[in-house]
């Protein structure tokens, strides 16, 4: 019988590790409001989308062509951004900048080259899914030590787990997925001191931060096992556009030039990017107006008796639910769709625009004071 529809995973000579793995899944609907995957609420504005369209239109004739794979110009301005991003950050040169298809991309030739078989990942739990996912999609073993109740990570918390698993590389995800939580620079500092691999900091939300000065850019200097991980499908609202980048000693994008892909960035992906970039502060326009919405939200559902951990994001977890999964099931009744990320009791929501946040607090107002 060779109909495709008989056949399952089971029946494949897929690798053994991955037997029994889930892929991420965050559900994507069609629905009025959509607060569930982290993404910046605001479209791209008009006249960041006339950049872009021109500077895509002048690549065309050039696309019979294999784009620059050393992404040049793109290296230069997001040297340039991430050097002005916040107080104390240093100088960064373009030979530290690496860019791909989305950080998590950006993630995956990390794990590539400094992970792999026999070797280990260390991530505090719980954090962004991916992590996990990545490593072990390269044969890495993956150990999630667990954060203070909290989600806070301390120093004596990290070094003991780093003792106990000599890890390879370590995640620390700041300001954290799910829960919101800063890491300070001290505890990063100590984990880099106390590890002899690869620490990355990923740094996804940062400009979302209460306290943007708390970025490990200002420790890269002098620390070549430090790698910081930023995107613009957050802050900067270009999700769809799929860039991610970091910056580190310039040793360890010689590194990621071992495992990527040739030409991996495409001409009108490093076009859009470099146009966007152009126009920095008009994509990053609406990071305070989504801080506001965020703190709008935790007043809200702290009104409502709900348990609110407070967010350097733009994203909020709440918990003190009985059944999150109902609560979740509900919302999208109501044309809302959060995220329910496994932590028990709680969900996750996203900072909407104005109206969003409104639908959003109406209807879990409604859900839970029914
Ligand atoms: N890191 C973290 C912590 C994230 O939450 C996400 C997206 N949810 C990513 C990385 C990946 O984002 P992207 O690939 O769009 O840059």
Same mark, same amino acid.
């Given at each position: 019988?060779? @109909?495709?529809?008989?056949?399952?995973?089971?029946?494949?000579?897929?690798?053994?590790?991955?037997?029994?793995?889930?892929?991420?899944?965050? /559900?994507?609907?069609?629905?009025?409001? *959509?607060?569930?995957?982290?993404?910046?609420?605001?479209?791209?504005?008009?006249?960041?989308?006339?950049?872009?369209?021109?500077?895509?239109?002048?690549?065309?004739?050039?696309?019979?062509?294999?784009?620059?794979? $050393?992404? &040049?110009?793109?290296?230069?301005?997001?040297?340039?951004?991430?050097?002005?991003?916040?107080?104390?950050?240093? $100088?960064?040169?373009?030979?530290?900048?690496?860019?791909?298809?989305?950080?998590? $991309?950006?993630?995956?030739?990390?794990?590539?080259?400094?992970?792999?078989?026999?070797?280990?990942?260390?991530?505090?739990?719980?954090?962004?899914?991916?992590?996990?996912?990545?490593?072990?999609?390269?044969?890495?073993?993956?150990?999630?030590?667990?954060?203070?109740?909290? =989600?806070?990570?301390?120093?004596?918390?990290?070094?003991?787990?780093?003792?106990?698993?000599?890890?390879?590389?370590?995640?620390?995800?700041?300001?954290?997925?799910?829960?919101?939580?800063?890491?300070?620079?001290?505890?990063?500092?100590?984990?880099?001191?106390?590890?002899?691999?690869?620490?990355?900091?990923?740094?996804? =939300?940062?400009?979302?931060?209460?306290? /943007? @000065? *708390?970025?490990?850019?200002?420790?890269?200097?002098?620390?070549?096992?430090?790698?910081?991980?930023?995107?613009?499908?957050?802050?900067?609202?270009?999700?769809?556009?799929?860039?991610?980048?970091?910056?580190?000693?310039?040793?360890?994008?010689?590194?990621?030039?071992?495992?990527?892909?040739? =030409?991996?960035?495409?001409?009108?992906?490093?076009?859009?990017?470099?146009?966007?970039?152009?126009?920095?502060?008009?994509?990053?326009?609406?990071?305070?107006?989504?801080?506001?919405?965020?703190?709008?939200?935790?007043?809200?559902?702290?009104?409502?008796?709900?348990?609110?951990?407070?967010?350097?994001?733009?994203?909020?977890?709440?918990?003190?639910?009985?059944?999150?999964?109902?609560?979740?099931?509900?919302?999208?009744?109501?044309?809302?769709?959060?995220?329910?990320?496994?932590?028990?009791?709680?969900?996750?929501?996203?900072?909407? &625009?104005?109206?969003?946040?409104?639908?959003?607090?109406?209807?879990?107002?409604?859900?839970?004071?029914?």
């Amino acid at each position: 019988n060779r @109909s495709p529809a008989t056949v399952s995973l089971d029946d494949l000579p897929l690798r053994d590790d991955l037997r029994g793995k889930t892929p991420y899944g965050a /559900p994507q609907l069609d629905v009025p409001v *959509q607060l569930n995957v982290n993404e910046n609420a605001h479209p791209v504005p008009r006249e960041v989308t006339e950049a872009i369209a021109a500077r895509l239109e002048a690549e065309l004739p050039g696309l019979n062509r294999y784009p620059d794979r $050393e992404f &040049t110009e793109l290296r230069q301005k997001l040297a340039a951004y991430l050097s002005s991003a916040a107080p104390g950050v240093p $100088e960064l040169r373009p030979e530290q900048i690496w860019a791909a298809n989305g950080s998590n $991309e950006v993630l995956a030739h990390l794990l590539q080259a400094f992970g792999g078989p026999g070797r280990i990942a260390l991530g505090f739990g719980p954090s962004y899914s991916m992590h996990p996912l990545i490593a072990s999609g390269t044969g890495a073993r993956f150990v999630e030590s667990p954060r203070e109740p909290g =989600y806070a990570i301390t120093a004596d918390l990290a070094a003991a787990a780093i003792d106990r698993h000599d890890p390879d590389v370590v995640f620390l995800c700041t300001p954290n997925n799910p829960t919101g939580t800063l890491t300070g620079l001290d505890v990063i500092e100590e984990v880099y001191d106390r590890a002899r691999g690869i620490v990355i900091v990923d740094e996804a =939300y940062a400009e979302f931060s209460r306290d /943007p @000065s *708390q970025t490990a850019l200002r420790l890269l200097p002098g620390r070549p096992r430090l790698v910081v991980s930023r995107t613009m499908s957050k802050a900067f609202a270009f999700a769809g556009a799929r860039l991610g980048y970091l910056a580190a000693d310039p040793a360890v994008c010689d590194a990621l030039r071992l495992v990527r892909l040739p =030409y991996h960035l495409s001409a009108l992906t490093q076009a859009a990017a470099c146009a966007a970039l152009d126009h920095a502060p008009a994509l990053l326009a609406k990071v305070e107006e989504l801080k506001a919405q965020r703190e709008r939200m935790a007043t809200a559902l702290r009104e409502l008796g709900l348990t609110v951990h407070s967010s350097d994001s733009n994203f909020l977890l709440f918990g003190g639910l009985d059944d999150p999964q109902a609560v979740w099931q509900q919302l999208l009744d109501r044309g809302v769709l959060i995220r329910n990320t496994g932590i028990d009791g709680h969900l996750r929501v996203n900072a909407g &625009t104005e109206p969003e946040t409104t639908a959003f607090l109406n209807a879990i107002t409604e859900v839970m004071t029914r």
